[in-house]
């Protein structure tokens, strides 16, 4: 197996005024490909920093990220939002679908980023949201779907250019404990079929769908079997 991710020696330091709040001070982690890792630890610990790391969404103060063998520690915006829209999918707590759009809509709206004509993209949103159990669904707008329903959406949309890299912040966090369950069996069939993923929980049932657990506290990564 050979790295997906990779930070080392990473230090994040947030400048506010005077005062600077080190919110992550040494993380060292390193995420095969195909794995699926759980991240956990305290409110304020650095889970989301990390994540912001991890999903090329900003850079660390020092040290080195790579992502998918390329070393993104110095990259600018624009080179970010490339490796993003190539690499990685986006799923959260608050499933973040525009209310205005409907699912399938949704779905095909970060194909745009990459050009394809309409009908393809609407052709493979249809795709992936009959693959997340949606096909009956694929007209309605958020507001008509249960929470169980927008974050099969969100995965869809999460899975539109084929990515490398699943992230995932509380995925089941708005969630009832059976429509959790749902989710978490949907990531582990992708994770089945080989994407990497890495998901933020406080919820120990979910953790044991992970390979491992990455604890941080305090902004120091520390490993789990
Ligand atoms: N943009 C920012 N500017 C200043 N400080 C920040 C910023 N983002 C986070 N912090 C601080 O960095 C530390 C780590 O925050 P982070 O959001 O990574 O924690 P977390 O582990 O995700 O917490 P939670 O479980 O509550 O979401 C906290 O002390 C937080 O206040
Ligand atoms: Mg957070």
Not at 72 to 75: A, E, H, K, L, Y
Not at 96 to 101: F, R
Not at 171 to 176: S, V, Y
């Given at each position: 197996m050979s790295s997906m991710i990779s930070l080392e020696d990473v230090k994040k330091v947030y400048r506010m005024g005077d005062t600077k709040v080190e919110a992550l001070e040494d993380a060292d982690v390193n995420i095969e490909d195909g794995e699926f890792v759980a991240v956990m630890g305290p409110s304020g610990s650095g889970k989301s920093t990390l994540m912001n790391m991890v999903g090329a969404l900003d850079i660390p103060t020092e040290g080195e990220v790579s992502i998918g063998g390329e070393d993104?520690?110095?990259?600018g915006e624009d080179e970010l939002a490339l490796l993003r829209s190539r690499k990685i999918g986006f799923i959260f707590q608050q499933f973040?679908?525009?209310?205005?759009?409907n699912a399938a809509e949704n779905v095909a709206l970060p194909m745009l980023f990459r050009g394809a004509s309409k009908k393809k993209r609407m052709e493979r949103a249809e795709e992936l949201l009959e693959r997340v159990g949606l096909g009956e669904r694929m007209h309605h707008m958020p507001s008509e779907l249960s929470g169980g329903q927008r974050q099969r959406v969100s995965i869809a949309r999460a899975l539109s250019n084929d990515p490398d890299i699943i992230l995932a912040d509380e995925?089941?966090?708005?969630?009832?404990t059976e429509t959790g369950e749902n989710i978490m069996n949907l990531l582990t069939e992708l994770n089945d079929e080989g994407k990497t993923i890495v998901m933020v929980t406080h919820d120990e049932n979910d953790a044991e769908y992970a390979d491992r657990i990455i604890k941080i506290v305090d902004g120091k990564t520390g490993v789990e079997a």
């Open positions: 993104v520690s110095d990259f973040n679908l525009i209310p205005s759009m995925p089941t966090g708005n969630l009832d």
